[in-house]
């Protein structure tokens, strides 16, 4: 098996160790089903990092999640506080903050897959 396999694989996992885990977190579950989903999402991102530069196809592949994944941080760390501000003022509610800042890391990978498999379906495009 050589490092773009690997690489695959492990972005497979990573997708599905979220999806799960974003689930588990709708759903309410226990901390005992979603540390370990967490752990194998946090291990398949370690192993597409240290398999990254295995051809140009994945180095453009990692390329293209990090470069969305760092956009929609900067957007969410900052309009989404603007956004939600401006909402309350113009509604006239104003009751604090609802919306909390752990959202911008879980939009951020989010966003690393969707840029990731995006560039994937799409090709040399």
Do not use: C, H
């Not at 588990?24 to 752990?39: C, E, G, M, T």
Request: aromatic share 12%; glycine share 12%.
């Amino acid at each position: 098996m050589n490092k773009a396999s690997i690489f695959m694989a492990a972005s497979w996992i990573g997708l599905g160790a979220f999806v799960l885990t974003a689930a588990a977190a709708v759903a309410k579950a226990s901390s005992a089903i979603a540390v370990p989903l967490i752990l194998l999402m946090i291990g398949s991102s370690y192993v597409m990092l240290a398999t990254r530069r295995a051809d140009e196809y994945t180095e453009g592949l990692w390329n293209a999640g990090a470069s969305v994944a760092f956009g929609t941080m900067l957007v969410t760390f900052l309009g989404l506080p603007a956004a939600e501000g401006f909402f309350d003022g113009a509604a006239g509610t104003e009751d604090g903050q609802n919306i909390p800042a752990a959202v911008v890391p879980l939009f951020a990978i989010a966003a690393f897959y969707i840029g990731l498999f995006i560039k994937r379906l799409l090709g040399g495009l």
